[in-house]
């Protein structure tokens, strides 16, 4: 029997930025519950929020300063409570972020520990004496500004590390105390009845044991991420990893049918080891491969084949391609090929995690300088590494503001500037928008076996046509996506028999097969039943 997690789907929230109910101007946890029918009629299975939990937000909620609480911004616990028997009452999995590498620099560990070396939680984030020169203890440097990733505490005469911005200090996990405090977060949703974590970058959270020095990397040059000067040999995803991931997965084991995602941008061949030597690591280390593949069919054929490949035994694929660190899908193909996106997310083999707003194929933002937010275009601006383009609010009807908040507030990030033609309800009202197809999609890959889990296999096509099987015991369905803007002939890969298309991206009549052959319009895509 498979589990919700293999056959579902995944809907991310960005909880600023999908509905407020207070009139702040910021999305929160009842505006949340409010909106639970319209993920119910798309059809997703669950949902995770990125972090609602106290935090001075230097780093919009990733700097969390209590594990166990609700920023008042999203609401309290009760609203939470509230949201999760509401998602579960519309048959919906809850899913939250667990944030282990870092806490705040405000969390009250941190400050006890930063009070003195002698304090009993010293050990608990990871303090290193100068280098003999008195400069930092090695040439690690920060994600977001490419600086020393280690800060100076006068007063205890030590440094200490953040992999991020300084006030997100690293936590240390190969203290004991500090590993069954962060373990018992864990069993502290659990027993809310949280269904799962989706774990900010888990491959970053054992260090290397010696600090040893990064090597530098001959491919930078100045313009590109000043962060990626060095290659991160020694600053993250170290051997050690796999009894971090271990026991995450003991404390999820304690529960039944719990889901843990790894937020890991690795190449697949390292990805797969985060599944754990006898899959006892993560249940899904997420796949970010197609958001860094060239959109071009080949490029993106060869992704999935060495993918698939790549995966142990027993060991269940997950897509990704988009969440609140990337452009937006429809800023990075294009609207057109963002349907086709969508198509090859939903019929991929393995669980799709689609991001809000990407079902109506939202763009970028347009976000004036006056407007920044993000803390990493703030540190290197202008390299197009700020991540608000990403984060605009959800536009749910045609009026000022768009149903997000009431249109005499200003939201946290501006709407975007065609929220009165793209947003929910005027796509709801059109047969033929994303969010129509995306629906049908989505009805489509449910009610059928051979989409939601069944084996894949490369079918052969000219280029610019990606072309796939997915079978399950009889059932057979053809994918084949044009991800180009010219019109394709595909050739079917056998008789042609009863196969008839399904569902196109494209509105209109669905093209018919006709000697064995059938002609795909520009950037169309295609589910055939076989
Ligand atoms: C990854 C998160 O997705 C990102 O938004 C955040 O800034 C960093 N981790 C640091 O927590």
């Known amino acids: 029997m498979s589990k919700w997690w293999q056959i579902g789907i995944v809907y991310q929230i960005y909880p600023r930025s999908f509905q407020d109910s207070n009139g702040d101007g910021v999305g929160d946890l009842p505006g949340i519950t409010q909106r639970l029918g319209y993920l119910q009629e798309l059809g997703v299975d669950a949902i995770w929020i990125s972090p609602i939990y106290p935090s001075p937000m230097a780093d919009f909620?990733?700097?969390?300063?209590?594990?166990?609480?609700?920023?008042?911004?999203?609401?309290?616990m009760a609203d939470m409570d509230h949201l999760i028997q509401a998602a579960h009452d519309h048959n919906l999995k809850l899913i939250l972020d667990f944030v282990p590498n870092h806490t705040s620099d405000e969390h009250p560990w941190f400050l006890e520990s930063r009070s003195s070396r002698r304090s009993p939680k010293r050990d608990w984030y990871?303090?290193?004496?100068?280098?003999?020169?008195?400069g930092p203890p090695n040439n690690w440097l920060s994600r977001f500004d490419g600086q020393s990733a280690w800060e100076w505490d006068a007063k205890t005469g030590q440094y200490?590390?953040?992999?991020?911005?300084a006030e997100q200090p690293d936590l240390n996990w190969r203290n004991p105390e500090l590993r069954a405090a962060m373990l018992d977060v864990l069993r502290f949703w659990f027993d809310k009845g949280v269904d799962g974590f989706r774990v900010d970058v888990s491959y970053r959270v054992m260090k290397d044991a010696q600090f040893r020095d990064n090597p530098p990397n001959p491919n930078w040059q100045p313009g590109m991420d000043p962060a990626k000067q060095v290659i991160e040999t020694y600053s993250r995803n170290t051997?050690?990893?796999?009894h971090f991931n271990r026991w995450l997965r003991e404390v999820a084991d304690e529960y039944e049918d719990r889901v843990l995602?790894?937020?890991i941008n690795l190449p697949p061949h390292e990805l797969v080891k985060h599944y754990g030597r006898s899959l006892n690591g993560f249940h899904l280390p997420f796949?970010?491969?197609l958001i860094f593949t060239p959109w071009d069919a080949a490029a993106v054929r060869t992704l999935i084949e060495t993918y698939e490949v790549a995966l142990p035994d027993g060991a269940w694929p997950n897509w990704v391609l988009g969440n609140h660190d990337q452009h937006r899908i429809a800023s990075r193909v294009g609207a057109a090929q963002a349907r086709v996106a969508m198509m090859l997310l939903l019929t991929l083999r393995g669980t799709p995690t689609l991001y809000y707003g990407d079902e109506l194929g939202m763009l970028d933002g347009d976000i004036a300088p006056e407007q920044v937010q993000d803390p990493w275009e703030k540190k290197v601006p202008g390299l197009g590494l700020g991540r608000d383009p990403e984060r605009t609010p959800l536009p749910w009807t045609a009026v000022p503001n768009a149903g997000f908040c009431p249109p005499d507030v200003t939201p946290w990030l501006p709407l975007n500037a065609d929220a009165a033609a793209v947003n929910v309800a005027s796509q709801q009202a059109n047969p033929v928008s994303m969010l129509t197809f995306t629906q049908k999609l989505i009805q489509l890959r449910r009610e059928t076996a051979a989409l939601n889990q069944g084996s894949y296999h490369s079918l052969p096509a000219p280029d610019g046509l990606l072309a796939y099987e997915r079978r399950h015991g009889e059932q057979i369905c053809w994918v084949v996506l044009n991800m180009t803007g010219e019109s394709k002939k595909w050739e079917l890969p056998g008789d042609a028999g009863e196969t008839s298309v399904l569902l196109s991206t494209e509105a209109g009549e669905l093209p018919g097969i006709a000697n064995g052959a059938l002609h795909l319009?520009?950037?169309?895509?295609?589910?055939?039943?076989?």
């Open 261 to 263: 995602i790894g937020e």
């Open 160 to 165: 200490y590390l953040h992999s991020f911005l």
């Open 521 to 530: 319009r520009p950037n169309e895509g295609l589910v055939l039943s076989v």
């Open 61 to 76: 909620g990733y700097d969390v300063s209590d594990y166990r609480d609700i920023h008042p911004l999203f609401g309290t």
């Open 287 to 289: 796949n970010f491969n």
């Open 239 to 242: 051997p050690d990893i796999e």
């Open 126 to 134: 990871i303090w290193r004496d100068p280098a003999p020169d008195g």
